[in-house]
């Protein structure tokens, strides 16, 4: 890791670009506008229930894009790893855990991809998306798959809790904040508007998170969007890109 700082410090030495540039891959990222800070305690206890004070704490970082291309372009898909000039680099369950404040250990992140995520929304949420109902700026779902429109999500958690708010309630913003953490730092996809609503199926119970090794997932989804990045036509790239520049 130290041998090759010589060969980071060299690739970040690059003047700022456009949106888009050729050769450049679009690094899909969303910077998470709810707050670190200051949360309800209430839901705060449920975070912490969950698992996932820590990467509450993770800052949003602007993601450098030559920085990013260049790693990419020095992937080993065989051997997910970076071939660097000094040698060989990767990223490890244990940059994951340190940088990041995801825990590894666990069971592992297996679910369903068929699921009434429908109901699930309702159950977890509070609120059932409107089935094949196209959003009013766009032609498309507010569910589509499994992903969800954040802009149509955020309204209905907007409001602070009220004082009396039933427990069921207080889980309900609690999942929404861990809905939206996740699918802004550990499972972006291509997809910049909707998260992923699959982590849900492990947030019930909300307690029931602790029990599997969201670090593995995200490194298993990382590796998946770095060699599909590293193909020749590839033109953009998700993934927990914050893990990749850092």
């Known amino acids: 890791m130290i041998a090759c700082m010589s060969d980071m410090q060299q690739m970040r030495n690059v003047d700022p670009i456009p949106t888009v540039v050729p050769g450049v891959l679009k690094c899909r990222c969303r910077s998470c506008e709810l707050p670190r800070h200051g949360l309800d305690p209430r839901i705060a206890h449920y ?71 429908l109901g699930l929304c309702h159950d977890l949420l509070g609120h059932r998306p409107p089935d094949l109902v196209p959003h009013p700026h766009e032609n498309r779902s507010i569910l589509t798959g499994v992903r969800i429109r954040v802009s149509w999500l ?43 609503v699959m982590p849900l199926q492990f947030l019930n119970p909300i307690s029931n998170a602790k029990r599997y090794s969201r670090g593995s997932g995200a490194l298993a989804w990382l590796y998946r969007h770095l060699c599909k990045a590293s193909e020749m036509k590839a033109m953009q790239i998700g993934g927990a890109l914050m893990l990749v520049q850092l």
């Open 47 to 117: 975070i912490t229930e969950a698992g996932f004070e820590g990467l509450f704490k993770v800052p949003n970082l602007e993601a450098d894009h030559v920085l990013i291309t260049t790693l990419v372009k020095r992937w080993c898909p065989e051997m997910h790893t970076f071939h660097l000039l000094h040698g060989e680099i990767g990223i490890t369950l244990q940059d994951i855990e340190v940088m990041l404040r995801v825990p590894v250990d666990g069971l592992l992140v297996i679910g369903s991809v068929k699921m009434d995520w």
């Open 154 to 196: 955020k309204p209905r958690f907007k409001a602070p809790l009220v004082a009396n708010a039933t427990d069921e309630v207080v889980q309900q913003h609690a999942c929404y904040h861990i809905l939206v953490w996740l699918g802004s730092i550990l499972f972006m996809d291509k997809s910049i508007n909707q998260v992923l």
